[in-house]
Nanobody
Framework: QVQLVESGGGLVQAGGSLRLSCAAS????????MGWYRQAPGKQRELVAS???????NYADSVKGRFTISRDNAKNTVYLQMNSLNPEDTAVYYC???????????????WGQGIQVTVSS
């Protein structure tokens, strides 16, 4: 009933920038918290950044000062601006949203399909 589609990944040189987008579609009545996670080969999925409804943001220590999460409520979209990328940022990035489907009363967790970000040295 809800689909999350990510875009904006790819290959970039160290020091470069990328902007990830994740758009939600479907029978959406409301969206709560939004976030970005990443999973590098051989590692567990980790939280990169989150944004709750009141505007409070949270970042992993490894990306503070370099990444910025933002949202466009009118477009049901969350963004991740990534600057000063380094090879350690190479991973599959996943967006995550808490979504309330129409005619329901609870928020459920939805994930995007993942998008590859590769940073070359």
């Amino acid at each position: 009933q809800v689909q999350l589609v990510e875009s904006g990944g790819g290959l970039v040189q160290a020091g470069g920038s990328l902007r990830l987008s994740c758009a939600a579609s479907g029978r959406i009545a409301g969206i709560g918290a939004m976030g970005w996670y990443r999973q590098a080969p051989g590692k567990q999925r980790e939280l990169v950044a989150s944004l709750v409804g009141g505007g409070t943001t949270n970042y992993a220590d490894s990306v503070k000062g370099r990444f910025t999460i933002s949202r466009d409520n009118a477009k049901n979209t969350v963004y991740l601006q990534m600057n000063s990328l380094n090879p350690e940022d190479t991973a599959v990035y996943y967006c995550n949203m808490g979504v309330r489907v129409r005619d329901t009363y609870v928020f459920n967790n939805y994930w995007g399909q993942g998008i590859q970000v590769t940073v070359s040295s």
